[in-house]
T-cell receptor
């Protein structure tokens, strides 16, 4: 499978715990994006990497959220001290950086905070 | 701030009908408009539009962009139950790399 992959697919955690999600982009894509989607809404942008550099961060990305892409390949998104409001689908996308910026999405990680 | 508005929010039609989904946008320094289909998982890419008046077509689905009036439509002809999904519209601009999505149109096809 050469698409975007994410792990885990589902995560249930208790409020206050830390969680970490992983995204593996399409291999030749140098751009990687994280989005969050809640029920009935379209995905909302969180952050963007070009290779290993984090170039954009949304104001939605509070201090409890951190993302890395250490070698310019896979990325991790960590949420510290989770809150019930963090419950959502976390989507990763990648693109090759063409002018029109066509992004391809992974299957997502569904986070439930109890 | 960029804005994308989709209409209708939901639509129920019978199998075989033709549907038109609408997407209007407000964006500074427009780059592209994209359509995605989302079933019970991640969005699946359908079309990317950058030029006005040029129709993109894939099977029973087609889409066109009007950059003067700032909208796009997605047409689905001879609908099938497998077309039931949420259809998302998103735009990009040259100022950043993110996609700005609308809330989507939930399409339900009744057999």
């Amino acid at each position: 499978d050469t698409g975007v992959s994410q792990d885990p697919r589902h995560k249930i955690t208790k409020r206050g715990q830390n969680v970490t999600f992983r995204c593996d982009p399409i291999s030749e894509h140098n751009r990687l994006y994280w989005y969050r989607q809640t029920l009935g809404q379209g995905p909302e942008f969180l952050t963007y990497f070009q290779n290993e550099a984090q170039l954009e961060k949304s104001r939605l990305l509070s201090d409890r959220f951190s993302a890395e892409r250490p070698k310019g390949s896979f990325s991790t998104l960590e949420i510290q001290r989770t809150e019930q409001g963090d419950s959502a689908m976390y989507l990763c996308a990648s693109s090759s950086g063409t002018v029109a910026n066509e992004q391809f999405f992974g299957p997502g990680t569904r986070l439930t905070v109890l | 701030e960029d804005k994308v508005v989709q209409s209708p929010l939901s639509l129920v039609v019978h199998e075989g009908d033709t549907v038109t989904l609408n997407c209007s946008y407000e964006v500074t320094n427009f780059r592209s408009l994209l359509w995605y289909k989302q079933e019970k998982k991640a969005p699946t890419f359908l079309f990317m539009l950058t030029s006005s008046g040029i129709e993109k077509k894939s099977g029973r689905l087609s889409s066109i962009l009007d950059k003067k009036e700032l909208f796009s439509i997605l047409n689905i002809t001879a609908t099938q139950t497998g077309d039931s999904a949420v259809y998302l519209c998103a735009e990009t601009n040259f100022g950043n790399e993110k996609l700005t999505f609308g809330t989507g149109t939930r399409l339900t096809i009744i057999p």
